[in-house]
């Protein structure tokens, strides 16, 4: 294998790097490399095991991870062979420059058995898949993947995501639906300032300014100073810039700020609408409303300012939870209440929304192993509800239990597991969330509610506010496949763009240019950045999205 794969792109739109069709040579090579795999199978029957009567070994490759302390001694690759009788034999990528590792061995030839949360992008798959490095699972799936059709059946849209236009799936994914990230874009306020002021939770944006007017103007932290910070955010995620809840008052939009509409991909910062949410931003900026630092300050100085030793200065800020600007021990966690999606002017009232919780690559065969059905069959175990627990969470009994009768889950429903140690630590226990695993939202929210440790029950309480208002996933653009030079292409287009989309925000909500004056310009630039042609990409891609349903 002599081709390097050099580009390395990153799309905001997707949630993993998708590609285009095999030729079909490619195809009939690869099928038929599959077909003499399958009948030389040493592997006992679909759901038995062990995996194998004899002792097998599988090098893998997988990223390393800082709070695992070694892989080959980990409690849970001992279960893993144990109930499999495969051995791993590990190479460990660093955790920094993995992606290095991983082209440099698929150029060289110098690769393993199996690539383990190596994130392999499906450009990359692609392309090594019609080379026939990587082999295609299709037919393993359909004779050996008991808990692939499991997880077809309870997320039916993983399917159509992890396969490539040419019909192959080369890898295993990781699922991990999160309720309260999926309607992630977020507005907290503080209650105790908006109770002494006697002031509701805003639902409509006239309110919001009303509100952080009130915020700046009234001393709510009654330290006899202006001291109050009526509205912040920060440069960096997640969801914690302006740009994202504010605008959804004027204009429906998706996690990207895309949409579609009459079958066409559209952005939404071209649009009339968001030159009004400017307005209303840069009017809100002009009266000390929002704090200037939301445009030059990250994530750290935005919990500095949440944290505050000496008295609550800040009044309301965008992010996707209350860890991101203050500690879930603090006092003043619960003290912030989740604002509504806000009705515009126009009566426009949304929540982006994120339907999708699919990680591709996750667990791909190379053309190295010699039992790919028994590497197959221990990646389709790790779907298994019990794998999923001890790969994330660890083992039963110890890091965590079955919660006693009548103990509610988050979603109040009988709890089926609960933890009883922290994640987070250094620990050679569990893989921490790295490779395959299927997380749904029945089994997240199935966890036991602590009242203790309230985060998840608090944002789960809290997003169903959003709920009624989130967008309809036919108006989102779902993750696409790009081919290679589509890959490349796009890469260079998203980046000018994005920079140039988010200088002429904060530009524009603080002042230094005025959005009347400047709008037509802005557009202007954006075309001749050729936003036609990144659009013209994501239409082509969103066509074959459509045609495969």
């Given at each position: 294998?002599?081709?390097?794969?050099?580009?390395a792109?990153?799309?905001?739109?997707?949630?993993a790097?998708?590609?285009?069709?095999?030729?079909?040579?490619?195809?009939?090579?690869?099928?038929?490399?599959?077909?003499?795999a399958?009948?030389?199978?040493?592997?006992?029957?679909a759901?038995?095991?062990?995996?194998?009567?004899?002792?097998?070994?599988?090098?893998?490759?997988?990223?390393?991870?800082?709070?695992?302390?070694n892989f080959?001694?980990?409690?849970?690759?001992?279960?893993?062979?144990?109930?499999?009788?495969?051995?791993?034999?590990?190479?460990v990528?660093?955790?920094?420059?993995?992606?290095?590792?991983?082209?440099?061995?698929?150029?060289?030839?110098?690769?393993?058995?199996?690539?383990?949360?190596?994130?392999?992008?499906?450009?990359?798959?692609?392309?090594?898949?019609?080379?026939?490095?990587?082999l295609?699972?299709?037919?393993?799936?359909?004779?050996?993947?008991?808990?692939?059709?499991?997880?077809?059946?309870?997320?039916?849209?993983?399917?159509?995501?992890?396969?490539?236009?040419?019909?192959?799936?080369?890898?295993?994914?990781?699922?991990?639906?999160?309720?309260?990230?999926?309607?992630?874009?977020?507005?907290?306020?503080?209650?105790?300032?908006?109770d002494?002021?006697?002031?509701k939770?805003?639902?409509?944006?006239?309110?919001?300014?009303?509100?952080?007017?009130?915020?700046?103007?009234?001393?709510?932290?009654?330290?006899?100073?202006?001291?109050?910070?009526?509205?912040?955010?920060?440069?960096?995620?997640?969801?914690?810039?302006?740009?994202?809840?504010?605008?959804?008052?004027?204009?429906?939009?998706?996690?990207?700020?895309?949409?579609?509409?009459?079958?066409?991909?559209?952005v939404?910062?071209?649009?009339?609408?968001?030159?009004?949410?400017?307005?209303?931003?840069?009017n809100?900026?002009?009266?000390?409303?929002?704090?200037?630092?939301?445009?030059?300050q990250?994530?750290?100085?935005?919990?500095?300012?949440?944290?505050?030793?000496?008295?609550?200065?800040?009044?309301?800020?965008?992010?996707?939870?209350?860890?991101?600007?203050?500690?879930?021990?603090?006092e003043?966690?619960?003290?912030?209440?989740?604002?509504?999606?806000?009705?515009?002017?126009?009566?426009?009232?949304s929540?982006?929304?994120?339907?999708?919780?699919?990680?591709?690559?996750?667990?791909?065969?190379?053309?190295?192993?010699?039992?790919?059905?028994?590497?197959?069959?221990?990646?389709?175990?790790?779907?298994?509800?019990?794998?999923?627990?001890?790969?994330?969470?660890?083992?039963?009994?110890?890091?965590?239990?079955?919660?006693?009768?009548?103990?509610?889950?988050?979603?109040?429903?009988?709890?089926?597991?609960?933890?009883?140690a922290?994640?987070?630590?250094?620990?050679?226990?569990?893989?921490?969330?790295?490779?395959?695993?299927?997380?749904?939202?029945?089994?997240?929210?199935s966890?036991?509610?602590?009242?203790?440790?309230?985060?998840?029950l608090?944002?789960?309480?809290?997003?169903?506010k959003y709920?009624?208002?989130?967008?309809?996933?036919?108006?989102?653009?779902?993750?696409?496949?790009?081919?290679?030079?589509?890959?490349?292409?796009?890469?260079?287009l998203?980046?000018?763009?994005?920079?140039?989309?988010?200088?002429?925000?904060?530009?524009?909500?603080?002042?230094s240019?005025?959005?009347?004056?400047?709008?037509?310009?802005?557009?202007?630039?954006?075309?001749?950045?050729?936003?036609?042609?990144?659009?013209?990409?994501?239409?082509?891609?969103?066509?074959?999205?459509?045609?495969?349903?």
């Amino acid at each position: 294998m002599k081709k390097a794969l050099t580009v390395a792109v990153a799309l905001t739109t997707s949630l993993a790097l998708l590609s285009a069709c095999s030729e079909s040579g490619s195809q009939d090579s690869t099928s038929a490399q599959a077909t003499q795999a399958i009948s030389d199978d040493q592997v006992t029957p679909a759901g038995e095991f062990p995996i194998t009567k004899e002792k097998t070994t599988l090098k893998v490759m997988v990223k390393g991870s800082s709070i695992v302390e070694n892989f080959a001694t980990n409690e849970f690759t001992k279960w893993l062979e144990e109930k499999t009788n495969i051995h791993i034999d590990w190479e460990v990528a660093p955790e920094k420059t993995f992606a290095e590792k991983l082209n440099v061995s698929l150029a060289s030839g110098d690769y393993p058995d199996v690539l383990l949360n190596m994130n392999v992008s499906q450009v990359q798959q692609s392309i090594y898949g019609k080379d026939g490095v990587f082999l295609p699972l299709n037919t393993y799936i359909d004779k050996y993947g008991v808990e692939m059709k499991k997880m077809y059946a309870q997320v039916p849209y993983v399917k159509d995501l992890i396969t490539l236009p040419d019909g192959k799936i080369y890898s295993v994914p990781q699922v991990n639906e999160c309720y309260h990230c999926s309607l992630g874009q977020k507005m907290w306020i503080y209650k105790p300032w908006l109770d002494k002021l006697g002031l509701k939770v805003p639902e409509t944006t006239d309110e919001f300014y009303q509100v952080l007017k009130a915020f700046k103007e009234k001393d709510p932290n009654g330290n006899g100073k202006a001291d109050e910070i009526p509205l912040v955010g920060a440069t960096n995620g997640p969801s914690s810039t302006l740009d994202l809840f504010l605008t959804s008052a004027f204009i429906e939009k998706d996690f990207n700020l895309k949409f579609v509409k009459d079958g066409k991909v559209q952005v939404a910062y071209n649009q009339p609408e968001w030159k009004n949410a400017l307005k209303y931003l840069h009017n809100m900026f002009a009266e000390g409303l929002i704090s200037p630092q939301t445009f030059t300050q990250d994530r750290n100085q935005l919990k500095q300012m949440g944290m505050n030793p000496e008295i609550p200065i800040v009044g309301a800020v965008a992010s996707q939870n209350q860890t991101v600007f203050v500690d879930a021990d603090n006092e003043r966690f619960k003290d912030f209440v989740a604002v509504p999606p806000l009705k515009g002017p126009t009566g426009i009232r949304s929540t982006a929304y994120n339907p999708y919780a699919v990680s591709s690559g996750q667990y791909v065969i190379t053309n190295k192993t010699k039992n790919p059905a028994a590497a197959f069959r221990l990646a389709d175990l790790l779907l298994s509800e019990e794998a999923t627990l001890r790969s994330t969470q660890g083992r039963p009994g110890q890091e965590w239990v079955r919660p006693e009768q009548g103990e509610l889950g988050v979603n109040g429903k009988q709890a089926t597991w609960k933890p009883i140690a922290t994640f987070g630590k250094l620990q050679n226990i569990h893989w921490a969330q790295a490779g395959p695993s299927l997380r749904t939202n029945d089994l997240r929210l199935s966890v036991a509610a602590d009242p203790k440790n309230s985060l998840e029950l608090v944002l789960y309480n809290e997003t169903k506010k959003y709920e009624p208002y989130k967008t309809d996933p036919s108006k989102i653009v779902p993750p696409l496949f790009f081919t290679n030079e589509q890959a490349e292409e796009l890469s260079s287009l998203e980046k000018t763009i994005t920079d140039y989309r988010s200088e002429f925000f904060a530009k524009t909500v603080t002042g230094s240019l005025d959005v009347d004056k400047e709008w037509n310009n802005y557009l202007s630039t954006l075309d001749k950045m050729n936003i036609k042609r990144y659009l013209e990409i994501y239409q082509q891609a969103y066509d074959q999205f459509k045609s495969k349903k």
